[in-house]
């Protein structure tokens, strides 16, 4: 059994997407279940934000245009360390799910997730030991995505400093990035 958090007052929830149709629906779905939202559709938007009005709750996308919202997370929490982010993502990956966790997320969500999961995710304060097992492994090109996502990380985001630890040309590393990943 999942215990969960009351939400019943009017919390802060800032929502950063980079997509602004689904920063709009899942906002206004969001403001339907009683947080006040704020939205931005990138870093330095959500930064400056919350900067303003720490936020009670966040939403964070993976993916903002190229720069990982895995950054924002240290972040975010340096401003107020009681913020419940979840990071919400349409490319989910082991590698990643984790990596948000270690860094304070307290929820990893794959897209499309709505504001019910979205809410839920914040409310759980306990994992689910029912939670299903995939038993399928991940594929090569799923792994080497997680792998580069993994090493621009470490690198803050630094695609040039990534490609040279990765052996390969920026250029190349560029248009991998910029495509979707492989699903698992």
């Given amino acids: ?62 993916n903002l245009a190229g720069d990982s919202g895995l950054l924002l997370i240290p972040e975010l929490l340096a401003l107020e360390p009681a913020t419940r982010i979840v990071v919400l993502t349409g490319y989910a990956s082991i590698a990643t799910a984790v990596e948000a966790i270690k860094l304070g997320a307290v929820n990893y969500l794959p897209k499309p997730a709505d504001a019910d999961q979205v809410v839920a995710a914040f409310g759980a304060t306990t994992g689910d030991p029912a939670a299903p097992v995939n038993a399928r492994p991940l594929s090569v090109n799923r792994l080497e995505w997680e792998h580069i996502q993994r090493v621009l990380r470490d690198n803050d985001g630094n695609i040039s400093a990534t490609a040279r630890q990765l052996g390969m040309h920026r250029r190349t590393l560029q248009r991998k990035l910029a495509k979707r990943p492989v699903r698992s």
């Fill in 1 to 62: 059994m999942m215990e969960t958090v009351d939400l019943t007052d009017r919390s802060s929830l800032l929502l950063v997407d980079d997509d602004p149709t689904f920063c709009r629906v899942l906002g206004l779905a969001l403001s339907r279940r009683g947080f006040a939202v704020a939205t931005a559709r990138d870093s330095a938007t959500a930064l400056r934000l919350a900067a303003a009005d720490p936020p009670e709750y966040a939403v964070v996308d993976l």
